[in-house]
């Protein structure tokens, strides 16, 4: 074997085991950080510097899994469709916030009434309400 071609294997076991492990570390988290007005459609943590506190759905702020610490974690802002903060312990994982207390910020899809685009006319529209449909 020439020194070449043991420096060839070198370099390719060596980039080999560099895959394995970025692979092994494939468990990568995106954050999405909303700034400016808050819209329906738009979800994600809300970052508020240097601006008033937004309204809010709930008082409290809201926590699914409470971790001990030394140090008590500052509340986040989110903001989510309603179902989500109604049923928050089934969908924290998606905003990586099941461990940490959430105030989740009102928009106009919180209101009684609210039509998103495309509402309001699906697959039921002007059909008649009767015995058998």
Known sequence: MTIERAVTRALVSAAIALGAAAAGAADVRVGVSVSGEIAPGVYGRVDITNRPAPPLVYAQPVIIVRQQ?????????????????????????????????????????????????????????????????
Do not use: L
């Open 69 to 133: 610490r030394t140090a008590a974690m500052s509340p986040i802002y989110m903001h989510v469709p309603p179902g989500h903060a109604k049923n928050w312990s089934k969908h924290c994982q998606r905003y990586n916030a099941c461990n940490q207390p959430v105030y989740f910020v009102k928009s106009a899809e919180y209101e009684p009434g609210y039509k998103g685009p495309g509402k309001g006319a699906g697959k039921s529209a002007g059909k008649a309400k009767g015995k058998g449909d």
